[in-house]
């Protein structure tokens, strides 16, 4: 059998087997591109993974730190606000007069004790409102006492033996109380 040749002298299926190796080639190149770009891809992916996890591990440090600090610093202005009370104290003692010293030293007291009110009162300190008479209220009081007092309804307050406070409307100290219990 004969070859056919073409005009350059080759074989057309030695062109036909070229051009498939050619183009299996171009195959394995373009795939290889492909594979190089997507690990590409992914190195980056995995760089901005970590980068995102840093940044989020820096945020939860400084909010940690942050709120520390406020818990350590919250106190600062009610203490600020107390440093003018001990200073009046210190002036009631250096000022006492020796020839009424109880009455200067209660005016003193009086004065330092407005003062100090005043102060908790800027920092959301109140007092819990409570007469003789008033229905006891477990929210508000505690009850220390108990009596039984005809001239009063049951469960009214009999006595005051502790005012009590509120911070914000939140009760830190009940009003301790004498209860009237009818028999």
Do not use: W
């Not at 929210?139 to 005012?163: C, G």
Request: aromatic content about 4%.
């Amino acid at each position: 059998m004969e070859e056919i040749k073409d005009e350059k002298g080759q074989n057309p299926e030695d062109e036909n087997s070229e051009s498939a190796e050619t183009e299996e080639k171009d195959e394995i190149t373009v795939l290889q591109e492909q594979n190089m770009r997507l690990l590409e891809q992914l190195n980056e992916a995995k760089e901005n993974e970590l980068r995102t996890i840093a940044d989020l591990e820096n945020v939860r440090k400084r909010l940690v730190k942050e709120f520390d600090d406020k818990l350590k610093f919250s106190n600062q202005n009610l203490i600020a606000g107390l440093f003018p009370v001990m200073d009046n104290f210190e002036t009631s003692l250096d000022h006492i007069n020796p020839d009424n010293p109880v009455e200067s030293l209660k005016q003193g007291v009086e004065l330092t004790l407005k003062q100090m009110r005043e102060v908790l009162e800027k920092n959301g300190l109140e007092e819990i409102e409570l007469n003789i008479g008033d229905e006891f209220n477990p929210l508000y009081h505690e009850a220390l006492m108990v009596d039984n007092d005809d001239n009063y309804k049951n469960n009214a307050v009999l006595m005051i033996l502790q005012k009590g406070y509120k911070l914000h409307g939140r009760v830190v100290r009940p009003s301790k109380v004498k209860v009237n219990k009818k028999s």
